[in-house]
T-cell receptor
Framework: ETGVTQSPTHLIKTRGQQVTLRCSSQ?????VSWYQQALGQGPQFIFQ???????GRGNFPPRFSGLQFPNYSSELNVNALELDDSALYLC??????????????FGPGTRLTVT | AQSVTQLGSHVSVSEGALVLLRCNYS??????LFWYVQYPNQGLQLLLK??????LVKGINGFEAEFKKSETSFHLTKPSAHMSDAAEYFC????????????FGTGTRLTVIP
């Protein structure tokens, strides 16, 4: 069974640019969540996708957007990058819906640096 | 609203000593509670979870946690620390309705002294 994978591993962008991060969910999982983890902080919820629809969003501006595809993989897009967007971006998948009972399985993350 | 407070951003223990990492939660509805571990430059690995069954939860690598509703706590313990336990530990809370997103604490860095 393949776990959650993310690409790329590291990324360096310039302020004002746009970036796309990718996530492949664990086999059999239809729910994907994205989190931002700033240095020295706990992860913060960005949004969640369930069966290709956004199913909840944290306190992030609209320039953070996402997609989920029919195979349940997902993308996180960030427009107009700011220096404070520098962080580890974590993707997590879970096996079933939105009941809250299912633990989330995390990928290794993408380290984004904005200069 | 849900939130988690982890007391102590850094904890140091000697190898073989008891590990105790503290977590208090706030939730307006019955919570689900989780402990995750993060090794350097890696993602998060689930240690254990509480989902309203037994209040004493056993996890991987010898860790366990006890849900105490009266104290709104979910402290993580391990009887005997091992060098490989050195990592960052996060407590998180989720709820039973809506998106099952996790609210994380700020983490506790555990150092194990040989």
């Amino acid at each position: 069974e393949t776990g959650v994978t993310q690409s790329p591993t590291h990324l360096i962008k310039t302020r004002g640019q746009q970036v796309t991060l990718r996530c492949s969910s664990q086999s059999g999982h239809n729910t994907v969540s994205w989190y931002q983890q700033a240095l020295g902080q706990g992860p913060q919820f960005i949004f969640q996708y369930y069966r290709e629809e956004e199913n909840g969003r944290g306190n992030f501006p609209p320039r953070f957007s996402g997609l989920q595809f029919p195979n349940y993989s997902s993308e996180l897009n960030v427009n107009a990058l700011e220096l404070d967007d520098s962080a580890l971006y974590l993707c997590a998948s879970s096996p079933g819906g939105t009941s809250g009972t299912y633990e989330q399985y995390f990928g290794p993350g993408t380290r984004l640096t904005v200069t | 609203a849900q939130s988690v407070t982890q007391l102590g951003s850094h904890v140091s223990v000697s190898e073989g000593a008891l590990v105790l990492l503290r977590c208090n939660y706030s939730s307006s509805v019955p919570p689900y509670l989780f402990w995750y571990v993060q090794y350097p430059n890696q993602g998060l690995q689930l240690l254990l979870k509480y989902t309203s069954a037994a209040t004493l939860v056993k996890g991987i690598n010898g860790f366990e946690a006890e849900f105490k509703k009266s104290e709104t706590s979910f402290h993580l313990t391990k009887p005997s620390a091992h060098m490989s336990d050195a990592a960052e530990y996060f407590c998180a809370v989720s709820v039973k309705t809506g998106a099952n997103n996790l609210f994380f604490g700020t983490g506790t860095r555990l150092t194990v002294i040989p």
